[in-house]
């Protein structure tokens, strides 16, 4: 083993040997892209069918910290870019991977990293096919950031977007909202919070290819991530033109979440998830989505949440057990920093 050295040095930024040794040992050897070109040569049978569309998307990822219960840095750069060419209907296929290293990182560390993103890449259905290392000075960043880029391929015909979705539509999703918010503020340990929720992030792409077997009309998906589920679904309604009701005592959450958002005075809603996403369906297929979600573990928790209607256009509310309505609007500011 050529890697000798406990952390990371400037030279493993170099271009030289040390690069190579870093890149070969940590990366390649746990990815094995095809080939060591300065990029990835793709094929596909799936791009060969007249109307088939290529699907793009990149993300980059700076959470803090970088191990938290339930994953980590790497398992997000997969499972967020999976997400992302997922809710648009696209089949993932490739993953590009670049690294921003801070000199001092523990190379330990950087194999955990590149070992969960390959489990994930793996159960995703996915390969990491390139990508690329910086190494900054110490003090220029922060351990480790991970920027992925996705592509996949859309089925000819599918058109996933927000303009579809029409008053009478039904809003699910598929399961507890939260998790990953409420894990990040506990894992960081600033406000001696005890808590054994597990992130939620995971990869969602083998359930929305079965969600859209089972429903063909399918109208939108987004991921609630960054600004969690309110912020989703005002996107979703100022595109569409619709307004959105949801109804808060089917809203599903952990008591363990409900309780660390009482105690920091903040609203479940905007907590960052990252293994949920929620659909718009006619109500005549909510069923059959609902069943298909739940024939996965990430939709075991599968619900109706709410529903499209025509009144108060590009506006979410909230009917409460009490029978009152609150408007839900889009996350302003950033309630948690430093979360994917």
Same mark, same amino acid.
């Given at each position: 083993?050529?890697?000798?050295?406990?952390?990371?040095?400037?030279?493993?930024?170099?271009?030289?040997?040390?690069?190579?040794?870093?890149?070969?040992?940590?990366?390649?050897?746990?990815?094995?892209?095809?080939?060591?070109?300065?990029?990835?040569?793709?094929?596909?049978?799936?791009?060969?069918?007249?109307?088939?569309?290529?699907?793009?998307?990149?993300?980059?990822?700076?959470?803090?910290?970088?191990?938290?219960?339930?994953?980590?840095?790497?398992?997000?750069?997969?499972?967020?870019?999976?997400?992302?060419?997922?809710?648009?209907?696209?089949?993932?296929?490739?993953?590009?991977?670049?690294?921003?290293?801070?000199?001092?990182?523990?190379?330990?560390?950087?194999?955990?990293?590149?070992?969960?993103?390959?489990?994930? /890449?793996? *159960? +995703? #259905? %996915?390969?990491? @096919?390139?990508?690329?290392?910086?190494?900054?000075? $110490?003090?220029?960043?922060? !351990? =480790?950031?991970?920027?992925?880029?996705?592509?996949?391929?859309?089925?000819?015909?599918?058109?996933?977007?927000?303009?579809?979705?029409?008053?009478?539509?039904?809003?699910?999703?598929?399961?507890?909202?939260?998790?990953?918010?409420?894990?990040?503020?506990?894992?960081?340990?600033?406000?001696?919070?005890?808590?054994?929720?597990?992130?939620?992030?995971?990869?969602?792409?083998?359930?929305?290819?079965?969600?859209?077997?089972?429903?063909?009309?399918?109208?939108?998906?987004?991921?609630?991530?960054?600004?969690?589920?309110?912020?989703?679904?005002?996107?979703? /309604?100022? *595109? +569409? #033109? %619709?307004?959105? @009701?949801?109804?808060?005592?089917?809203?599903?959450? $952990?008591?363990?979440?409900? !309780? =660390?958002?009482?105690?920091?005075?903040?609203?479940?809603?905007?907590?960052?998830?990252?293994?949920?996403?929620?659909?718009?369906?006619?109500?005549?297929?909510?069923?059959?989505?609902?069943?298909?979600?739940?024939?996965?573990?990430?939709?075991?928790?599968?619900?109706?949440?709410?529903?499209?209607?025509?009144?108060?256009?590009?506006?979410?509310?909230?009917?409460?057990?009490?029978?009152?309505?609150?408007?839900?609007?889009?996350?302003?500011?950033?309630?948690?920093?430093?979360?994917?």
């Amino acid at each position: 083993m050529a890697l000798r050295e406990d952390r990371v040095t400037m030279a493993h930024g170099g271009g030289g040997k040390a690069m190579r040794d870093l890149i070969a040992e940590v990366f390649a050897a746990v990815f094995q892209p095809p080939g060591m070109e300065d990029q990835a040569r793709l094929m596909t049978e799936a791009l060969q069918v007249p109307g088939a569309r290529l699907a793009l998307t990149t993300d980059s990822f700076v959470v803090a910290p970088m191990e938290f219960p339930g994953g980590d840095i790497g398992k997000i750069a997969v499972c967020g870019t999976v997400n992302d060419l997922a809710v648009g209907g696209a089949r993932p296929l490739w993953l590009a991977a670049a690294f921003i290293i801070e000199e001092g990182t523990e190379i330990a560390l950087l194999r955990r990293i590149a070992a969960s993103m390959q489990r994930e /890449a793996e *159960a +995703a #259905g %996915v390969r990491i @096919v390139t990508g690329d290392t910086k190494v900054v000075e $110490r003090g220029k960043g922060d !351990g =480790v950031f991970v920027t992925t880029t996705g592509v996949g391929v859309i089925a000819p015909g599918l058109d996933l977007r927000a303009e579809a979705i029409r008053p009478g539509d039904v809003a699910i999703v598929n399961g507890v909202l939260g998790d990953h918010g409420a894990t990040i503020l506990a894992a960081r340990g600033d406000m001696a919070l005890s808590t054994a929720i597990e992130s939620d992030c995971a990869a969602l792409g083998h359930l929305m290819q079965g969600v859209l077997a089972a429903c063909p009309d399918l109208r939108a998906a987004r991921d609630a991530t960054r600004g969690g589920l309110a912020s989703a679904l005002n996107e979703l /309604a100022a *595109a +569409a #033109g %619709v307004g959105v @009701v949801l109804e808060e005592d089917v809203l599903p959450l $952990r008591a363990e979440v409900r !309780g =660390v958002c009482e105690i920091l005075g903040l609203d479940p809603l905007y907590l960052a998830n990252e293994g949920r996403l929620v659909v718009f369906v006619p109500e005549a297929a909510a069923e059959a989505v609902l069943a298909a979600m739940r024939a996965h573990p990430e939709g075991a928790g599968a619900c109706v949440i709410g529903r499209a209607v025509a009144d108060h256009p590009g506006m979410v509310v909230m009917r409460t057990p009490f029978g009152g309505t609150r408007i839900v609007d889009m996350l302003v500011g950033e309630q948690l920093p430093r979360i994917c």
